[in-house]
Structures are given as C-alpha cells and as structure tokens.
C-alpha cells in the first residue's frame, strides 16, 4: 500500500469534468485507489463517489493505492491532480 496528500488545485474543485478525467485516470489500473477527505473515503474510480466527496479548491486528499501497479497509479493520479485536471 502506497500513499501520498496532494492540494486540489482547480478553482472550482473536483466538479463533473475534472471527476470524470480523475476516475477515467484510476480505472486504467488494477489497484484498488480511493482518498480520504475530511472524514470522508472516495472510490477514485467512481465518478459519483469523487462528487460525493465534495472537494473544493485548496483542500488537501490523501491517495491511498493498493494493489499490483499501486505506484504507478499513484504517480499518475498525483500527476494529473497537479497537472489541473485539463482544466
């Protein structure tokens, strides 16, 4: 198991679009990958769960990946989060 915090960056937080890259981003690999928000644990692979979460701009997740390929996922999930999510 691997883990890593990172700040959401997107002025409007993790809304539809840059949930729906962020979970198109996690189902690529085997791993089973979820963050922890507040109080909170999101599938990173299910779009209604990362909405559920209600992250907004400034707050602080924490990745949490296990599984076969869990760095390369969690280089890569961190990498799109700093990367703005296409936004």
Do not use: W
Request: proline content about 2%; some cysteine.
């Amino acid at each position: 198991m691997v883990s890593q915090k990172v700040v959401i960056k997107n002025p409007t937080g993790l809304h539809l679009r840059p949930a729906g890259i962020l979970c198109k981003e996690a189902v690529k690999y085997k791993s089973h990958i979820t963050f922890n928000h507040k109080d909170s644990i999101a599938n990173a692979k299910s779009v209604l769960s990362v909405l559920g979460a209600c992250v907004k701009c400034g707050d602080e997740i924490e990745f949490v990946c296990e599984g076969v390929d869990e760095a390369e996922a969690l280089q890569a999930l961190v990498s799109a989060i700093e990367n703005g999510l296409g936004e």
